[in-house]
């Protein structure tokens, strides 16, 4: 994703214990957590390569609204993420 310029950098918190409903069923696995900056202009983007290259049916993809943040951090995401050619 930071390759493609649709996230500004990527974290990986691994591994996780989930626990949730799938088929009717309680399910647990371990699972990473991958948190990824990006624009809300490209936040639609992303999330269609994450399905694309995920093996859930229906893998979690929500966007976390930043309230806040310094200048300096904020412009670099933007820098980094800039809007697809010919959008």
Do not use: N
């Amino acid at each position: 994703m930071v390759g493609q310029r649709l996230a500004a950098d990527c974290q990986i918190i691994a591994p996780i214990e989930s626990t949730y409903w799938w088929a009717g069923e309680i399910q647990r696995s371990e699972e990473w957590l991958l948190l990824m900056k990006t624009t809300i202009g490209r936040f639609e983007e992303l999330a269609r390569r994450v399905r694309e290259l995920h093996s859930y049916e229906v893998p979690q993809i929500v966007a976390v609204a930043l309230v806040a943040g310094t200048a300096d951090y904020l412009e670099w995401i933007r820098r980094e993420t800039p809007p697809a050619s010919g959008a």
